[in-house]
């Protein structure tokens, strides 16, 4: 029992620890602290599943969470990352210049956003009848996070971060709150996520080459 | 049987990534939409017998019914007919400079991708599973968008992809609370399996589930087209080759389209009328109408008109399921196919004019009746359909939902919704009938046709919609009113 509760302590730390790190993210400017922090996130998430994993093999002998566990530290915390600052070594930008707002108001929004999905959530009945409901707002105020992440930065590989990080939030709400995802569903997820990071990596590139910058401002000439 | 629906694209793929002559790989091309159109046929039959099919041998995941059914039937009919148009299509590019001979494998190889992706969307049971296809078909469709590889198709791949993936993420969490507000319903065999969540829909959370159709409505609704999430659309359509186009806005839009509509017939179930979802799909299938009028009363550009018509349409589509009358829901699953036709015509014609005069602007093109005595006639002809004209098909479902929206609860929507359409109809006829007459600029410009099978192809989907338009086949109008009965749940 008390290993139980020490493990949901456990959890309830990860997740607002995985919070923190998008915060962490909007607040950096170098598209190579954007990577670092990916992973770090995307590390937490993985030993947020390991922990869950090895409860429900104990408790049940499941074992699809550790599987899954297993998978996000193969793509989300080497290869992907990995590929991406090959990516970045490639193109000429390293530091992001223009946001649409300066990052002390864009961290201000994102508590904003925090505030903003605990009273929404709360006010679904249905949901919140536990203490899981806290986490859950955590892990949805990712997904908001890594939205408004993605409408500051100009750059492509920005974009690209931003949609892992949606994507990143999206996965620990389905852990956080159902527990258990059809297994071939997770898979199925991960293997869209794959192929949408290889063909934004390859485009990045071709726009590199024709527009000679990745910055996404200038990709404004079908109008209309 | 109809597991080979999903084996036949796949198989394609690798059989075409493996031949180099392009004289096999347009007929491995072909063969593999024919065979695909014949399988369609039986399936088509053993959904009039039984209902549904579905296969215990394979996990139990394949399972198809009347309303998958229609929707399969169109993207196989489109993927036939986009298969005989890209023959002339590809030869004539190939021709001109524009794409190398060695690129065709990979744009065959990535058109079935695209094709095996719609109908494997279509052909699952799983709500979860339908999710990842649609993910998927956007993934699989982005290189054919930006197949051209210029600046303007660069940027249009890369929006769609962004704009897509971002609306489809939104649509996960959809789903992820669909299964929440199922927890201690179903057991762990059938979690968002939509049978079972169709026949517990009662015992399901209500809360939950409406703010599930919320994401689900917006995620699935970006890839449908719906305004305000309809930025991608026109791009992405107005640079893909021209058969892609056509199965981007006459198959992938209804494929979208299909996962909206199963996720509200559960939210309709549970709340046990339609208010919630008829409220958001009507007022968003307004707004769509009403964005695209604007937008093609001020097109200068002919494949960006009929992308923005695409939007039109889809806001009819959703306003007629919004309705949740017999009539209008009948009315808006034929309207899909009739669209789909009439759509994926007007593309392919617009190909043929664009292969001929070489531009989209709608101010350089003069004189194509006389250019091109058929596909100008076939177009001239698709766009009064496409605006909603008698005789051909598009009138007779767009006439069923006017009916059924001033039968139902909201009067003035019928106003605002007849209003949109006239203003479409006007701008339509403003802006792209002073293409067909006048005489070209170019002095140089032969007359006749480009892309022969291509024409053959407008010829028959011609005939089609103006066939249907009079008359609806009996097996047609069983399998619509067996899809009705589903979403109605009688």
Same mark, same amino acid.
């Given at each position: 029992m008390s290993n139980l509760a020490v493990n949901s302590n456990l959890l309830e730390t990860l997740s607002v620890l995985i919070l923190l790190s998008s915060f962490v993210l909007m607040a950096s400017k170098r598209i190579n602290s954007y990577i670092k922090t990916f992973r770090i996130q995307s590390f937490l998430i993985a030993l947020a599943a390991g922990i869950m994993g090895l409860r429900s093999l104990i408790s049940e002998g499941r074992w699809d969470f550790l599987v899954v566990c297993l998978l996000i530290m193969i793509f989300k915390v080497l290869y992907i990352p990995n590929m991406l600052s090959k990516t970045y070594k490639n193109v000429s930008y390293k530091v992001e210049k223009d946001f649409i707002l300066n990052i002390p108001i864009l961290v201000l929004l994102c508590c904003g956003l925090v505030v903003f999905s605990y009273f929404t959530l709360t006010g679904v009945d249905g949901l919140s009848q536990d203490v899981l409901n806290l986490q859950l707002v955590n892990a949805v105020s990712v997904i908001w996070i890594g939205l408004l992440f993605m409408i500051s930065r100009k750059k492509a590989i920005g974009q690209i971060i931003g949609f892992l990080v949606i994507e990143n939030g999206l996965y620990i709400t389905a852990m956080y709150s159902t527990q258990e995802m059809p297994f071939i569903v997770d898979l199925g997820i991960f293997i869209d996520l794959l192929t949408f990071v290889l063909i934004m990596g390859v485009m990045t590139f071709r726009i590199n080459e024709k527009f000679e910058s990745i910055d996404t401002d200038q990709l404004n000439n079908l109008k209309g | 049987m109809g597991i080979l629906l999903l084996i036949v694209p796949l198989v394609a793929v690798l059989l075409l990534l493996t031949v180099k002559q392009s004289q096999f790989r347009h007929a491995i091309s072909v063969g593999t939409s024919s065979l695909l159109l014949i399988l369609a046929l039986s399936l088509n039959r053993e959904v009039l017998l039984h209902g549904s099919v579905q296969y215990a041998s394979c996990g139990g995941f394949f399972y198809v019914d009347a309303l998958s059914m229609i929707v399969l039937d169109i993207v196989l009919i489109i993927g036939f007919m986009a298969a005989i148009f890209s023959l002339g299509y =590809?030869?004539?590019?190939? !021709? %001109?400079?524009?794409?190398?001979?060695?690129? =065709?494998? #990979?744009?065959? $190889? =990535?058109?079935?991708?695209?094709?095996?992706?719609?109908v494997l969307a279509l052909t699952v049971k799983n709500m979860g599973l339908m999710w990842i296809a649609i993910e998927a078909t956007s993934l699989s469709s982005a290189f054919l968008v930006g197949f051209y590889n210029d600046k303007h198709a660069l940027e249009a791949?890369? !929006?769609?992809? +962004?704009?897509? $993936?971002?609306?489809? &993420? +939104? &649509?996960? =969490?959809? +789903? +992820?609370?669909? %299964? #929440? $507000? $199922?927890a201690g319903v179903l057991n762990s065999s059938s979690f968002l399996d939509w049978t079972a969540l169709y026949t517990k829909a009662s015992s399901l959370k209500s809360s939950v589930l409406r703010l599930a159709f919320i994401f689900i409505l917006i995620g699935f609704g970006t890839k449908a087209g719906l305004a305000p999430m309809h930025n991608w659309l026109p791009d992405a359509h107005s640079q893909a080759p021209s058969p892609i186009s056509a199965l981007l806005s006459g198959v992938l839009l209804n494929t979208a389209l299909y996962g909206i509509i199963r996720a509200a017939v559960i939210v309709d179930r549970n709340q046990g009328s339609s208010s919630f979802t008829g409220r958001l799909l009507i007022g968003i299938g307004i707004l769509s109408i009403a964005t695209a009028a604007v937008f093609i009363l001020t097109q200068k550009d002919y494949k960006r008109l009929l992308a923005y018509s695409s939007i039109e349409h889809m806001g009819i589509i959703v306003v007629a399921m919004g309705l949740y009358s017999p009539l209008a829901v009948f009315g808006g699953l034929m309207h899909m196919i009739n669209h789909s036709l009439t759509k994926s015509m007007l593309f392919f014609s617009s190909g043929n004019i664009l292969q001929k005069y070489d531009t989209k602007q709608i101010s350089k093109l003069k004189g194509v009746l006389k250019i091109m005595p058929v596909t100008g006639t076939v177009f001239l002809l698709g766009l009064f359909a496409i605006a909603g004209t008698p005789p051909f098909s598009v009138f007779a479902s767009e006439f069923s939902i006017v009916v059924a929206v001033f039968n139902g609860p909201y009067k003035w929507v019928g106003v605002i919704f007849v209003l949109l359409l006239a203003a479409v109809f006007a701008g339509i006829a403003v802006t792209l009938l002073k293409i067909f007459y006048g005489e070209p600029d170019d002095k140089n410009l032969q007359v006749g046709e480009v892309n022969l099978p291509g024409t053959v192809c407008l010829v028959i989907l011609l005939v089609g919609i103006t066939v249907s338009g009079l008359y609806l086949p009996g097996d047609l109008k069983e399998l619509i009113t067996k899809a009705q009965g589903i979403i109605l749940g009688t």
């Open positions: - | =590809l030869e004539e590019e190939i !021709k %001109h400079g524009k794409l190398k001979r060695e690129r =065709l494998g #990979l744009y065959y $190889s =990535l058109m079935y991708t695209f094709i095996f992706t719609m791949a890369w !929006k769609y992809v +962004i704009l897509c $993936s971002v609306g489809i &993420a +939104i &649509a996960l =969490l959809g +789903i +992820i609370l669909l %299964h #929440l $507000s $199922s």
